[in-house]
Each structure stands twice: as structure tokens, then as C-alpha cells.
């Protein structure tokens, strides 16, 4: 008789094998890594949407924009007025002035342009570029100095005209309009005529008086 009959046969699940068991716990992990970079992300986005909001930021930008074009402005200025007169009256351009320190390999050293002499072969000293560059940086300095002394003369201008229009309230240090008569910081009167009309008045009463029993 066979013994294998004795003991029925269970149904064995799936679930119960080994790997089958961590399943979800991979995929609890999973999920929480994927939450985690998620936020990671929007913390990044949000802080970068500050920086980019920052006022520091953009006038950066818009300085350095203007910036850029003012110098164009400076350089066309140098190059296509300046330079010309100047060099009508050396008889060549002074970026094309230089100095021949070494011979091309042919012998030859008179050239009219820098870029001739350096494609046969010689070496230059172009001195005439550098006082360029010289001039030019002066120059911008210059503008940019003026430039700069106006924007502080108008500044100053407006302060000076807003200051005229404000006073400082001589009980909270704030600043008021000149025609205040009563400060909006401390909500002091500082008109008591105007103060004895208004129906928010109370007139002031001293202590005596206020207080029967120290009559008595």
C-alpha cells in the first residue's frame, strides 16, 4: 500500500516562493526613491526660481546687456571717427602701424598691412594696435565716467526734491509728508488746532482730575 495517498496534496501559491515575497517591499522602495527625487526636483526648480527672481539678478543681466552695447557704441566711435582723423594725420591707419623686428624668409621687410607682413613670414611689433587698444580704453572710461556722474546727478536730484516733500515725525523718527498733521507710523497729532476739531479728539486730562479719590 502506497503511503503517498495518506497526505492530500496541498496547492502550493506562487507567493510563497522567496523572491515572490520581497516584491513589494522592492517596489515600496522604489516608489519612495521615485517621491524622493521628485521632490528633490521641485526643491532645485523652486530654489532656482528664487535666484531668477532675485532683482540682484536681472539688473546683472540688463547691465550686462547695456553694458555690451555701450562698448560697441565707444568702439565705433573710436574706429570710424577718431581713428580716421588720426590717421590722416600720421598718413596711415594707426592699427597699422608697426615694426618690422624680423625679416621674412625672403628678405623682404616693407609691407603696408600687419597681415601682409605676417603672411610672408615676418615678425611685427604693432604698436600702433596697442595705442589703439589704449585710446580705446580711455575713452571708455571716459563715457562711462560721465555716464555714471549723470545718473548720480539725477539720483541726487530726486532725493533732494522727495526730501523737500517729507519730514521726520519728531516723536518716532519716521519719515511724513510735510502737510501731515498726524504721523501714520505712531499716529501722533502734530497740528493742535487741527487736533481740537477732529472728532477722534480727546483732550488731554491730568491725573488729578481724572482721578476723584486723589481730589478727596
Known amino acids: 500500500m502506497s503511503t503517498s495517498n495518506s497526505y492530500p496534496l496541498t496547492p502550493t501559491s506562487h507567493n510563497t516562493h522567496p523572491r515572490s515575497r520581497g516584491l513589494p517591499h522592492i517596489k515600496l522602495s522604489v516608489n519612495k526613491n521615485i517621491q524622493n527625487g521628485v521632490k528633490e526636483v521641485k526643491g532645485i526648480l523652486a530654489n532656482y526660481q528664487e535666484f531668477v527672481n532675485r532683482g540682484n539678478v536681472v539688473d546683472l543681466a540688463v547691465g550686462v546687456v547695456i ?4 562698448s560697441s557704441i565707444v568702439n565705433s566711435m573710436v574706429n570710424d571717427l577718431l581713428a580716421p582723423v588720426i590717421g590722416l594725420a600720421a598718413g596711415s591707419q ?3 602701424e608697426f615694426v ?4 621674412a624668409p625672403d628678405g623682404q ?3 603696408t598691412t600687419r597681415d601682409l607682413a605676417k603672411a610672408a613670414g615676418s615678425v611685427t611689433l604693432d604698436y600702433g594696435n596697442f595705442l ?27 532725493e533732494s526734491e522727495k526730501a523737500k516733500k517729507d519730514m521726520v515725525c519728531q516723536y518716532c523718527q519716521k519719515k511724513i509728508p510735510v502737510l501731515a498733521i498726524r504721523c501714520s507710523f505712531c499716529t501722533t497729532w502734530l497740528n493742535r488746532e487741527t487736533q481740537s476739531k477732529s472728532k477722534h479728539y480727546y483732550p488731554e ?12
Do not use: C, H, W
Open 67 to 70: 553694458g555690451a552695447a555701450f
Open 94 to 96: 594707426l592699427t597699422e
Open 100 to 103: 618690422v623686428i624680423r625679416a
Open 109 to 111: 621687410k616693407d609691407f
Open 132 to 158: 589703439q587698444q589704449v585710446i580705446n580704453f580711455f575713452l571708455i572710461s571716459l563715457f562711462v565716467y560721465i555716464f555714471v556722474r549723470l545718473i548720480n546727478v539725477m539720483t541726487f536730484r530726486n
Open 205 to 216: 486730562v491730568s491725573l488729578e482730575e481724572a482721578d476723584p479719590v486723589a481730589e478727596a
